[in-house]
């Protein structure tokens, strides 16, 4: 019989004897453990994510430091206010926004004059004819030239608010006119048919949902909308007959929405001459600097929104989650 056999027979005990309840205090000193690592997790993609927003927008803040125009705005210059893109309320190129950008230019001593640079393929009338009154008013309240200079294209609304400019410049293959109005949209109703598909629509008023496109339009709302679009259009053509005056020389096409090029423009009296805004500047404002008033969305601010809804979204959601120790 060996020494373990005598241990046993004796009745002696083969380790230690084990602290009542250390499994629980085990398992506890584990759980806080853990619950402490999520904590550091959680908090580290918290930092990570707001010390991204932080870069974008000292990013932004740097671009903007570097593209900002260094003229001195009381040493004589041209204006200039870009009317890019479709224009509509709220929008990039809304009323609003041409609008404080004119103010803007105008105001400062060392306008010489200023540019209207348009790319535009239209948009609102509503908007197009705020344009227009303004800067009628604004003509009238400065006393300084304000002039169109088209890029690309100035078609529609964009026509209908820059004609009232001074001079209308634009290249020989720009884009003028489209004198004219639309409403768009589509009709589902023989598919509707097709596909055995019945379109439940409640009105309150016979006429409520008359361009609704999945429902059919009568005769009667037909010659509605187009008394609607046929009054816009004189609206629309009111304004270009009074504004460009003696320089119109009008044909049966003019005002039939067709598009012309600048060199065709010019013929037509939509437009005066060639030129662009480099021409423009030296040769009729004659100054040697240019100052943009566009009035743009701050980048830092786009990025703040893009990024830190999201971003800050995520951590105020990680915030909640965290755990409350006393």
């Known amino acids: 019989m060996d020494q373990s056999d005598n241990a046993t027979e004796s009745g002696a005990k083969p380790g230690p004897t084990a602290t009542p309840g250390w499994e629980r205090a085990t398992l506890e000193r584990l759980a806080f453990s853990a619950l402490a690592e999520q904590r550091s997790a959680r908090r580290w993609r918290i930092f990570v994510r707001l ?3 932080a870069f974008f927008i000292v990013l932004a803040w740097v671009l903007l430091q570097r593209t900002s125009v260094s003229t001195d705005k009381t040493t004589p210059h041209t204006g200039v206010v870009e009317i890019r893109g479709e224009i509509g309320a709220g929008g990039e190129t809304s009323a609003d926004g041409v609008i404080a950008g004119m103010r803007n230019a105008l105001e400062d001593s060392g306008t010489r004059a200023l540019v209207l640079l348009c790319n535009s393929p239209g948009g609102s009338p509503v908007q197009a004819g705020i344009i227009n009154d303004e800067i009628l008013r604004l003509k009238a309240k400065y006393k300084k030239p304000i002039y169109a200079v088209v890029e690309d294209t100035c078609a529609s609304a964009a026509y ?28 589902f109703t023989g598919l509707m048919d097709k596909l055995g598909v019945e379109r439940r629509l409640l009105t309150a008023g016979a006429n409520k949902g008359f361009l609704d496109p999945f429902s059919p339009q009568s005769d009667q709302q037909r ?43 010019v013929q037509m009296g939509l437009a005066d001459q060639l030129g662009s805004l480099g021409s423009v500047t030296r040769d009729v404002v004659k100054t040697n600097e240019i100052v943009d008033y566009t009035q743009r969305e701050n980048m830092a601010e786009r990025l703040a929104r893009r990024f830190g809804a ?7 959601h990680e915030l909640m989650k965290l755990p409350a120790l006393h």
């Open 51 to 53: 010390a991204w927003l």
């Open 160 to 187: 209908y608010a820059t004609v009232a400019a001074d001079r209308i410049f634009v290249d020989k293959a720009s884009l003028v006119g489209s004198i004219g109005v639309l409403i768009d949209g589509f009709g």
């Open 223 to 265: 010659a509605y909308a187009q008394v609607m679009l046929d009054q816009i259009h004189q609206q629309f053509i009111d304004v270009v007959k009074k504004e460009r005056g003696a320089r119109l020389k009008e044909s049966p096409d003019t005002f039939s929405g067709l598009v012309w090029t600048g060199q065709q423009a």
């Open 310 to 316: 999201s971003i800050g979204a995520g951590a105020v």
